[in-house]
Nanobody
Framework: QVQLVESGGGLVQPGASLTLSCTASGRDISGNAMGWFRQTPGKEREFVAA????????DYADSVKGRFTISRDNTKNTVYLQMNSLSFEDTAVYFC?????????????????WGRGTQVTVSS
């Protein structure tokens, strides 16, 4: 079983940038697609971004396209989410997830291992 730990969240002002990291332990995730999701109180967890096993393909929610970038370093068993031009609507708990397959997928059901999340708050 893989353990995923997110880090890098925090409190930032609108327009700022933040980079989240997700480090896996317990097994190698280089053969898995990886995803980032986010959730706010009272709402369902929503897809943010995903990357396939060898970084050839990525997918983004429309709300973050052009502002967020997902990447991975398989030598470090780590996935990143670079977030630029943050807005109030980006405030959420961000979760990292390991996919069931190698391939990019925007749906929660395609991920079977989850971190505990890191809080991102955008406030002036």
């Amino acid at each position: 079983q893989v353990q995923l730990v997110e880090s890098g969240g925090g409190l930032v002002q609108p327009g700022a940038s933040l980079t989240l990291s997700c480090t896996a332990s317990g097994r190698d995730i280089s053969g898995n697609a990886m995803g980032w999701f986010r959730q706010t109180p009272g709402k369902e967890r929503e897809f943010v971004a995903a990357i396939d096993w060898n970084s050839r393909l990525t997918d983004y929610a429309d709300s973050v396209k052009g502002r967020f970038t997902i990447s991975r370093d398989n030598t470090k068993n780590t996935v990143y989410l670079q977030m630029n031009s943050l807005s109030f609507e980006d405030t959420a708990v961000y979760f990292c997830a390991a996919g069931r397959t190698k391939f990019v997928a925007p749906t929660i059901g395609m991920y079977n291992s989850w971190g505990r999340g890191t809080q991102v708050t955008v406030s002036s």
